[in-house]
Structure formats: structure tokens, C-alpha cells
């Protein structure tokens, strides 16, 4: 099996990303729960943001 060494932080508020990105994890926004916008987490630094589970589901899939 590959190696995998990337964590993520998966957050529906500014405060999951900002302590994603504390612990030097990937940072996924999702707006889904409608705690904080796309343009909320664009302005922390998310490095991803998804708007429904799928999406989130098949970009992971797809790239690791």
C-alpha cells in the first residue's frame, strides 16, 4: 500500500481551520452546515473548500 502522510482538518468554522493550519494539517472548508461562508474560509487560507459532502468525497478520492 502507498504511504500516506497528509493530514486534513475537515471544519465548518474559521476556528477548525485556524487550528488545521496550527498543526500543520491541510485545511478543508465545507459550507455545507452553514456556520461560515466560501468566502469566510477563502480569507483564512483554507486550502480546499467544498459545498456538499460528494464533491469533498470524489476530490479525495481522486487525489489521494
Known amino acids: 500500500f502507498p504511504s500516506h502522510d497528509i493530514t486534513f482538518m475537515i471544519g465548518d468554522t474559521v476556528t477548525d481551520i485556524v487550528g488545521g493550519k496550527n498543526l500543520g494539517a491541510k485545511t478543508i472548508g465545507v459550507t455545507w452546515a ?31
Open 34 to 64: 452553514k456556520t461560515h461562508t466560501k468566502e469566510m474560509f477563502d480569507n483564512i487560507g483554507a486550502d480546499f473548500i467544498f459545498e456538499d459532502v460528494l464533491m469533498l468525497r470524489n476530490h479525495l478520492l481522486q487525489k489521494y
